[in-house]
């Protein structure tokens, strides 16, 4: 019994971490990546009959691994970060994001997100910056542009990259919204919704994400508009530069 109970707390602990929640997502993601990399390296040689398989890779498939692993990556703690909160009742989901799942303690500025490895604008600093970078190398190739295939990653790695950003501000609002839930000084209010759920604070990111507004959630406080504040302007990024980059690299 003790056993179970430690191995208990120790999952509670990992999944309400933001750094061992992705530390654990990126050693499943690898467990199914490497059985994945063999029907990859054969797909390698019928496109390309004169690649050599080995190291050091070359820039295809270089961009090939790394962009399914990215998937991968993306999926899984898309899937298990909303599966952990989903799942839980309002008063359940505030008191866990007041407690143990608390992020970062101090604001930081961007540069300091952006090298950081916890809190959930590094990571969506951090997923902008590589969706950005991935599409602008592919396009700039002109053997990996050549392949019809690999335009299809690109545009899967941003497609994931931006739900992963959702899903990352959502969890920030609600942590947000934690500290405060349920007060007169209430952060994020929900008019009509008094005990918000996950599926709330998801809305609210998707409708920043997309461009569109906070739809009818009321936000209050400096740190609440600095939070939405950096949220648009990743969103703005992320949609303008990367999406104006696939639509680029798919008429190309």
């Known amino acids: 019994m003790r056993l179970r109970f430690l191995a208990h707390r120790a999952w509670q602990s990992t999944m309400d971490s933001d750094v061992w929640r992705s530390t ?5 993601s690898m467990v199914v990546f490497l059985p994945l990399s063999i029907p990859l390296t054969f797909w390698i040689g019928s496109v390309r009959p004169d690649h050599e398989v080995g190291l050091p890779l070359d820039m295809f498939s270089l961009l090939l691994y790394l962009g399914v692993y990215w998937i991968l990556y993306s999926v899984v703690y898309v899937t298990m970060t909303i599966w952990w909160f989903q799942r839980l009742d309002s008063a359940r989901l505030h008191e ?3 407690t143990t799942s608390s992020g970062p303690s101090t604001d930081r500025g961007w540069f300091m997100n952006l090298m950081s490895s916890d809190g959930t604008m ?3 600093l951090q997923m902008c910056l590589l969706a950005l970078i991935y599409t602008v190398v592919v396009m700039i190739s002109p053997e990996v542009r050549a392949e019809f295939g690999m335009r299809i990653l690109a545009v899967l790695v941003s497609v994931v990259n931006w739900v992963t950003v959702v899903v990352t501000q959502a969890l920030a609002y609600a942590r947000l919204s934690a500290v405060d839930y349920r007060t007169e000084t209430a952060s994020i209010t929900f ?6 759920m996950w599926s709330d604070y998801m809305t609210l990111a998707v409708g920043v994400s997309t461009m569109l507004g906070p739809a009818d959630a009321q936000l209050s406080g400096s740190r609440a508009r600095r939070a939405l504040q950096s949220h648009a302007l990743v969103s703005f990024a992320f949609n303008s530069m990367v999406f104006a980059s696939l639509a680029t690299l798919m008429l190309s």
């Open 24 to 28: 654990l997502v990126v050693a499943i």
């Open 96 to 98: 866990k994001l007041r």
């Open 122 to 124: 590094s990571l969506s």
């Open 191 to 196: 008019p009509g919704t008094p005990h918000p």
